[in-house]
């Protein structure tokens, strides 16, 4: 074929899949909406910039505003020049080699204060940005993350985002890296719908089935907080699905002669093991999708594609744990990790209200999914017959499409199952790799039925009829409930709190918190000209007293559910500082209240 020609098909080919590209432009164009309307962050949000642009300094502590490593790497590794910095790299790593734990880099203290000190508007910047000095440093990513939960690959991609945009942070830059994963997403479920009914016998149906599973998902609620969370739950739903994609592709090509698990085994092992270094969430999905798909291949006899199979999984494993071992004290001693292997081990104690919670999250995120169930009763009543009895030639068929079903649904329930026994809290953020793959397998399972009235009964007329209607039902009661949603993740109102610190940022700032919350604050703190970080006991414990009685104005942030009238009898007994103007009172998003106190 002539050039002119291969541009001709090749072009031939773009048109014919415009529907495809138009559906991914809309729904892309929806999501960037919502991240455009994003003005407010969970404090997960801002830990996640944190983590990623922290040089050597993995938190935010009072009383130690610049860790150990992150001082050493200041004072005694950067020079003026590269050349300077890599000697002295050169004399560090001697020194450690010589003298070990006497070394200067082992033996280095930060500065630690006994109570929480004034901190500059620099710092806060530092703590969520990134500058010349420390752009692109994974290494860094790599420490801070090590005395995290998570692993580092997310992290280091938001690093990667910041360095490009030095100095900023805005929602865009978080969110991108979700919108991609979501986009990718899609695309793998256009692929998956019509590899299912191409295995299940309907192929005809296959690309009608793609493209309603993706519509459906894109336009979902549950797309939309899972491209506004900048976490690392987008990435584990891209690594889940692209999974799940691998497996029904062997099964695919082996149904066409193809080969399975005993070849082109490079891919499998790359996605187990960047899911791996995303979320420990990928686990439950990986591993039970690994013993169906072990089971599957040893009932059909396959006993060397088993073979290859668990070789190729116990490689992920090896490079996964070999290259960020800290993922096993992550999963077995961290916090979070005892956390949840308790939940675990309370076995049903209060297991049903923790089910019932995540399926109400699971029906509201994935919309009118929900509507389906009627529906695949009644179609899948008359064809469940054809799903499960192999007979006649069709055996070979039946026996594969049942091993689909098998990769499809176990996992996906087991998924389920697992997060909501040992998840945290009862939150959206720990099943979002369900939304896709529960979507997949509602919307196919009514498109087969439809193919199968199509194909079997030869009503193609009425067929289509179903097909139209149900596209019709869904993809516009999605976009309904899509307009009308508005999601927690945007933290309306977020703007004119942030707008209240540019104004007064020539004043300093008082934060009185609990626990972490001031993490929800971070960028105020990089408006205001300094800012102390107490609690309330601290405040009015505080030995050092000279910086605040000082003051002639300053602004006072007191955090949600704290008693506002204590903090203030402190400032006004203890400091002499007096409220003269309210600002705001527990105002939107994060309930807090802030006003300005002046010296009397």
Known sequence: MSRQGERKTKRIRLISYFPELLLLLVCGALLLGNIDKKQGY?????????????EFNPWIVPTQPQGRLAKFVENELRGDSFGETVDNMVATVKDVVENRGNSKLLSYKADVYEEPVWMERETFV????????????????????????????????????????????TPLMGCVINLVCVLVVMVLLMKLGRWFMVIRGVPEWGRFTGFVVAAVYGLSVGAVSTTLLIRMYAMVTFWCVALLAI????????????????EHNKLLVLVTVLGFWTQYFFLFYCLILAVVTVVILWMQKRKQGVCCYIRSMVLAAIIGVGLFPFAISDVFSSGRGVEALENLSEGFAGYGSRLAAFAGILGRETGSVCLLIPFLVVVCGFSIRRWFVPSGREGSKMRNGAGLLAVLWIPLVGYFLLAARMSPYLVNRYIMPVFPVFTLVMVAAVCKGIGFVSIRHKKEKLAKILAGVLAGVLVCGQFLILIGHESKYLYLGYDAQRELAEEYSEYPCICVYQGVGYYENLLEFTEYDRTLLVTTQE????QETESLTELSKAVILVKAGLDRDAVEHVLETKYGLCEVKTLMNEGAPYGDSVFIVEHR
């Open 42 to 54: 969970h404090m997960d949000e801002l830990l996640s910039f944190e983590l990623a642009n922290a």
């Open 126 to 169: 530092d703590y969520v940005t990134v500058d010349e000095t420390d752009d692109f440093s994974y290494l860094s990513v790599y420490f801070n993350v090590k005395d995290d939960n998570h692993p580092p690959l997310h992290f280091a991609l938001l690093h990667t985002v910041s360095s490009l945009f030095k100095g900023e942070i």
């Open 247 to 262: 497996h029904v592709r062997k099964i695919f090509s082996y149904m066409l002669g193809g080969t399975d698990f005993t």
């Open 539 to 542: 405040l009015s414990d505080r």
